[in-house]
């Protein structure tokens, strides 16, 4: 199916960072924020957000048979997830001119797969490329938290047992705090890193901030027309 070019009017703002980061809390904040300024929000969560992504996901993160899986396999199924996502939501919402965000995208497998589990940046990359053609972030906020605090945060989790990337070592969530880190030192221009050990208000107000600055213009929270979707 055909992806929409730099030339949609929607913007799309994804959120990354490890487990327990908050990312969901600053995604609602956000979305209700900007929906009273009357844009359409659309929300994703990766893996899933569509039939086929949360069957993905299943196996990815929830059956036990996922146990035995290689590393490739494993940036296959997440590749194939946001595949049909992108096609499914993502893509129509930006033609549409609505807010996309999206609780992790590609970066969640530059950093999990090719760095955590050493798959490199290549094959990641280019398969990213693959799932997603030019539909890339306007920008990409990192909700930064020490990997012992992120690890506290997962501990603390009511009810359910830790899914399969949960179960991993310190070693591997040091990885990806990391290669959060360095990935957006690289990229400046795309990136936001925000300190996520700061109270939910104040890491709100950072991030409407630096949204502002970015993509909103300055207003308060209102729709403007031409509302550009400059991808990179
Ligand atoms: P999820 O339950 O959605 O948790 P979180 O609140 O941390 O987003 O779990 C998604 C897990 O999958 C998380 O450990 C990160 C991992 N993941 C990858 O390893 N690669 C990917 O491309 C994506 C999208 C997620």
């Not at 409407?208 to 213009?217: D, E, G």
């Amino acid at each position: 199916m055909a992806l929409p070019n730099t030339q949609h009017t929607g913007i799309l703002i994804s959120f990354e960072g490890s487990e327990g980061s908050g990312k969901t809390t600053q995604i609602t904040r956000l979305g209700g924020r900007l929906a009273k300024g009357g844009y359409e929000i659309v929300t994703t969560r990766e893996p899933g957000g569509t039939k086929i992504g949360e069957q993905v996901r299943e196996i990815l993160l929830h059956n036990s048979g996922g146990d035995g899986m290689f590393a490739e396999t494993e940036l296959l199924l997440f590749a194939a997830a946001r595949a049909q996502i992108v096609r499914e939501t993502i893509a129509p919402a930006l033609l549409r001119g609505a807010v996309v965000l999206s609780d992790r995208y590609l970066d969640s497998s530059t950093v999990y797969q090719g760095i955590a589990r050493n798959l490199g940046k290549g094959p990641v990359n280019e398969i990213n490329r693959f799932a997603v053609g030019a539909v890339m972030p306007d920008v990409t906020v990192v909700i930064d938290v020490p990997t012992k605090v992120s690890i506290e945060r997962i501990s603390k989790r009511k009810g359910a047992r830790p899914d399969r990337m949960e179960r991993e070592n310190i070693g591997f969530y040091e990885k990806v705090r990391d290669g959060y880190l360095v990935l957006a030192k690289g990229l400046p221009e795309r990136f936001v890193v925000v300190d996520g050990t700061q109270s939910e208000d104040a890491i709100e107000a950072e991030i409407w901030s630096a949204l502002q600055a970015r993509l909103f213009n300055g207003e308060q929270a209102g729709r403007q027309s031409g509302q550009g979707g400059a991808a990179e």
